[in-house]
């Protein structure tokens, strides 16, 4: 499978933004979203089954991300409302399972997303 982000750019704090993930091939995988801040660790953010749609989110985004996918279309979203400067980062859509970047795989480049406060 191949991933391709999109929808990043410059949205002052409070603000809203969908980023996009178009996927290629088989795509019957655990989909995630995963953000990485310049000087900072990957880190999770949230993760959707491929079936039932079941999210998981971290802790610092819920309530405010909604991931959902398109399994016909083969894209991944993830909408994002009340962005805070600390959301500011490259998101990258990826497959795999659990919370630890490292067992994530097909990686796409990624989307910048920048928060003004």
């Known amino acids: 499978v191949q991933l391709q982000a999109s929808g990043g750019g410059l949205v002052q704090a409070g603000g809203s933004l969908r980023l996009s993930c178009a996927a290629s091939g088989r795509t019957n995988y655990i989909l995630g979203w995963f953000r990485q801040a310049p000087g900072k660790e990957r880190e999770f953010v949230a993760t959707?089954?491929?079936?039932?749609?079941?999210?998981s989110y971290a802790d610092v985004v819920r309530g405010r991300f909604t991931i959902s996918r398109d399994n016909a279309n083969k894209v991944l979203y993830l909408q994002m409302n009340n962005l805070k400067p600390e959301d500011s980062a490259i998101y990258y859509c990826?497959?795999?399972?659990?919370?630890?970047?490292?067992?994530?795989?097909?990686w796409g480049q990624g989307t910048l997303v920048t928060v003004s406060s």
């Open positions: 959707i089954t491929v079936n039932r749609g079941t999210p």
């Open positions: 990826a497959t795999g399972v659990g919370d630890n970047w490292r067992r994530w795989q097909n």
